[in-house]
């Protein structure tokens, strides 16, 4: 009974101590808080006091209206409004343009060679632009080919992305006939995370067939001037277009690489391989007309930009 008793006086004491050390330190920081607002306080007033002396001061010696005869301070200026320094402010108010052919090349296809392009430009403001996509292919040997135009309005809906809208023009050609289609397009383009250019498209043919279009590249430096470049592109339709080869699902993917040796940033010859592998019923008419549906080409040409 007596060590119980002893126990709870010593928890009894400790419980004490701690509490009476808890109001010490309570008190002892109070005791500093008032000490440096006293001080802050008699700073800010002394400050503030001295801030409204000089504003009535100032006010006294400045207040007032000009002068009937004071300069005109736009007497000068031959109407032209100053907007701040040139170059530096409201930049998206001015208009530019680019023309970028990101393929002028030659294929060797095994005997079926043929030259290739791929062009985009625009002209605009940077948040509303006119764009154009041109390309195309010609099979130099047969006088066949296909080409296609887009032309876009292209509005900026985020960061590094544009909503694109607009048409789009196919033909294709052979000694013996040429077809032609029009679309209706809808699309987006852009800078992916992690450097990647994607452009994706919906297209409405004027018979109603709905197809698809994916394409992404990605520029790995191996140093300021040579780069490689991966190229992937999917095309898809969900119906047929036995005139231009199209068969409904995925019509095809194309995966290339080329490397580029940038002599400056607007002028680079690259040498490169292409494959490209036909689906479904696309494959089909690819044989009927007595063509493969797998190509691996060995590709030269130029990349240039003004």
Do not use: H
Request: charged share 25%; glycine share 10%; no cysteine.
């Amino acid at each position: 009974m007596k060590n119980l008793l002893l126990q709870k006086a010593s928890i009894l004491a400790v419980a004490v101590f701690m509490l009476n050390t808890v109001t010490l330190a309570a008190v002892i920081a109070d005791d500093g808080e008032m000490k440096d607002g006293a001080m802050q306080g008699g700073s800010m007033q002394s400050s503030k006091a001295s801030a409204d002396d000089g504003k009535m001061k100032g006010g006294s010696m400045q207040g007032g209206r000009a002068p009937a005869d004071a300069r005109d301070p736009n007497a000068n200026s031959g109407g032209f409004e100053y907007r701040g320094m040139a170059g530096w402010e409201e930049t998206d108010a001015y208009t530019f343009s680019k023309v970028i052919v990101d393929q002028f090349e030659y294929r060797d296809n095994n005997g079926n060679d043929t030259l290739r392009w791929d062009v985009q430009g625009w002209r605009g403001k940077d948040y509303k632009k006119f764009w154009f996509k041109f390309e195309g292919e010609d099979d130099v040997a047969n006088n066949e080919g296909d080409v296609e135009l887009q032309t876009l309005y292209s509005r900026s809906v985020a960061a590094f992305w544009d909503f694109q809208v607009g048409t789009r023009f196919d033909i294709a050609y052979n000694s013996a006939s040429t077809d032609s289609r029009f679309f209706g397009v809808v699309g987006f383009q852009g800078l992916a995370p992690y450097w990647f250019e994607v452009e994706s498209a919906i297209f409405l043919s004027d018979t109603g067939n709905v197809s698809a279009r994916f394409v992404s590249t990605y520029d790995l430096l191996f140093s300021q001037r040579l780069i490689l470049q991966p190229r992937l592109e999917v095309n898809a339709s969900v119906g047929d277009d036995r005139a231009f080869g199209v068969g409904s699902g995925i019509n095809d993917l194309q995966l290339g690489f080329r490397l580029r040796y940038e002599y400056t940033r607007k002028l680079a010859p690259y040498v490169g391989v292409e494959w490209q592998r036909q689906f479904g019923q696309t494959a089909k008419f690819t044989r009927a007309d007595g063509a493969k549906p797998e190509n691996t080409a060995l590709v030269a040409g130029i990349r240039f930009w003004f």
